[in-house]
C-alpha cells in the first residue's frame, strides 16, 4: 500500500459473543446500510489512534484498539474522489460507556447467525466471516 492511500478504520467491538453493527445515515446513497462503526484516519494519527477517536465521537465510548482482522479491503472506486482507500478492520475493546448512535440511524449487536441478514456496504462484507469464526456460536 503506498502512502497516498487513504485508511479507513472499522471497529469489531465484540460483547458477550456479539458484534457491534452501524445503520448508515448519511450520505444519503448509503442511507439504511450497515457498515462497522469507525471513519477516516488523519494525517499524523495511527490506525489505532483513529479507531479511539471515532469511536468515541461515532458512539459516545471508550474502546482500546487491538490487532487487525483479515487484510485491508479496498473501496470500491467512486466518481470524484482522488485516492485510493481502504477499510482496516480492528479489533476493539469496549472500555467505557455503552455504544450509542451519536451518527448513525440505529445501532444492533449481532450474532454470526445475524451477520448474513443485513445490508452491509461493500467494503464490509469480506469481514464477515472472519468475523463469524469470532462470535460464539448461537444455539
Known amino acids: 500500500m503506498d502512502r497516498d492511500t487513504l485508511i479507513v478504520v472499522g471497529a469489531a467491538i465484540i460483547r458477550d459473543g456479539r458484534i457491534l453493527a452501524a445503520q448508515r445515515a448519511e450520505p444519503a446513497a448509503l442511507h439504511g446500510r450497515w457498515e462497522f462503526p469507525g471513519g477516516k484516519v488523519d494525517p499524523g494519527e495511527t490506525p489505532a489512534d483513529a479507531l479511539v477517536r ?3 465521537e461515532e458512539l459516545g465510548v471508550t474502546v482500546r484498539a487491538r490487532e487487525a482482522i483479515g487484510v485491508d479491503v479496498p473501496f470500491p472506486t467512486t466518481p470524484g474522489r482522488t485516492r485510493s482507500a481502504v477499510l482496516r478492520l480492528l479489533r476493539a475493546d469496549l472500555i467505557d460507556g455503552e455504544p450509542r448512535a451519536l451518527e448513525h440511524l440505529s445501532l444492533r ?9 443485513l445490508d452491509w456496504l461493500p467494503a464490509d462484507v469480506p469481514f464477515l466471516d472472519p ?3 469470532l462470535l460464539v456460536p448461537t444455539g
Open 54 to 56: 471515532e469511536c468515541r
Open 109 to 117: 449487536w449481532l450474532t454470526a447467525a445475524d451477520l448474513g441478514t
Open 131 to 133: 468475523i463469524g469464526a
